[in-house]
């Protein structure tokens, strides 16, 4: 029997943005309380997702979010095919952190274009601080061809989009990347940010010419 192929996903934030509680919803576990403790380290959860009547599993790294565990969840970041990137609308800091801090950290071990990832506001639930500009969000978006969901753990919204859109993410960019390997013909390829995709090949290849 074929095992379904597993995609190694992180799942990104300051503490108490509603990572682990996202990933609990998900796997139907029930919405967790204000008791939760912060995750020590890392856990990772398989979860399985039917995609175009092919199961894959998507192997999710919860991270914490505090600082003195931040070299950890960089070296967890290393190896990864998919991020989602969580902010709680009702606290800027958190979104600030994801421009400023996190998004900075994780550039600087993966190529962040490259990598198919998920921008999530959670806590839609709650009222959006007003420190949080939807121009501020527009500009990270095209920065680096990120998606965006908004979403409330509460509401049950838009949880299960997080990991289909990011399967659909994952797979397609194997897809065009083959593609472009394969006929060394950029046009056929049609990726959101592929124009990026295209210039960050070509710099691979002038390089090693
Ligand atoms: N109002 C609201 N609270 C949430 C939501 N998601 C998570 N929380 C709460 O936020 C707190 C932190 O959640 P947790 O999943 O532990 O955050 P983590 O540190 O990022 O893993 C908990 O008290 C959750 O109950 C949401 O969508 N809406
Ligand atoms: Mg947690």
Known sequence: MNLPKSYHVNIIGDFGVGKTSIINSFKKLGFQDKNTTSTIGINNFLIPIKFENKEIIL?????SGQEKYQSLTLNSIRNCEGLILVYDRSDYKTFENICKVWIKSINEVIDLILTPCILVENKCDL???S???EEKINEIIKQYSLKFIRTSVIDNKNIKEIFYNLAEMIINKKNQ???FDEKNNIDEV??????????????KKKKET
């Open 59 to 63: 192997n999710v790294y919860d991270t």
């Open 127 to 129: 009222v959006l601080d």
């Open 131 to 133: 420190e949080i500009k």
């Open 177 to 179: 990347i083959l593609i």
């Open 190 to 203: 049609i990726y959101m940010g592929f124009v990026l995709v295209k210039e960050k090949l070509k710099d």
